[in-house]
């Protein structure tokens, strides 16, 4: 019961996030990876609504160390530079003027570094490179600028920039890809406001497969690694059943799709909102994580939207 007290008075005050007291609204994420480096560039577009009037903001941002980490230069708001610093992990942001109790702001943060934690970026297990966004349990910070705190929630979207040979898997639904030659641009968008440790990007050369048997307006898929697809293919095509047997036992499925996919997070199996990534050794072809795909699965509800 003193849990539930406590938290109902946190969701009745609003967030409290630095000491400041805000609520973002929406993430827009515009990252540029490469196969030449490990580096990245980033924009992000951050919308905040005030809860009480405010002089600064800031927001989590790792500083580079020992040649990892982010670098923040510029900020703007509506088209105009303004006053910003980027040290001890926070992007700290001066207000051109007050900003009023229920005012709603965008700022457009551009940074680049090579992160050192969050975006895993390797080889999978036959030497191909990959990837990977691993933020559980605050790690989003390492690569993108947020509150990397699971009380503050917001919608977001991610536009990947990538070498055209990898496909980009992201939450939410994509909305568009186009090629350039040597690139390849993909839009992912997800309108349910969810916390920075499920949101990610996978970005890898991946085989695909729509579920025939998925449930009724809900695309379930597995995305695996090219040389691993037969085996994963079995070992994830009981997720359709899976999510079918809690849609009815608990409520419709939160999100527009489901992607199982192939991964190299450090855990079994990471809950990541309508994209969950499975540690790449879970491929047997024998079917033997079965439990680990329902437990992730049931995430879903239970730990995501929850």
Known sequence: MKKIILFSLLVACGPFVFGQRIDVQHYKYEIELSDLSDAINGKATITVKYLEDASQIAFDLVSVEDDKGMVAFQVMEN??????????DKVTITLPAVARKGEVHSYEISYMGTPQDGLIISK???GERTFFADNWPNRAHHWIPC???????A????????PAAYQVISNGVKTGETTAGLKKITHWKEDIALPSKV???GVAR????????SPPGLPVSAWVYPNDSAKAFFDYGVAPRIVQYFADYIAPFPYKKLANVQSKTIFGGMENASAIFYAE???????QSEDVIAHEIAHQWFGDMA
């Open 79 to 88: 088209n105009k530079l303004i006053p910003s610093f980027h040290r001890n």
């Open 124 to 126: 999978n297990k036959f």
């Open 147 to 153: 509150i990397d705190e699971p009380i503050d929630k």
């Open 155 to 162: 919608s977001f979207e991610f536009i990947v920039s990538a």
């Open 199 to 201: 949101m990610v990007i």
């Open 206 to 213: 991946f085989a695909i497969k729509q579920f025939a048997d």
């Open 281 to 287: 050794d879970l491929v047997t072809g024998k079917r």
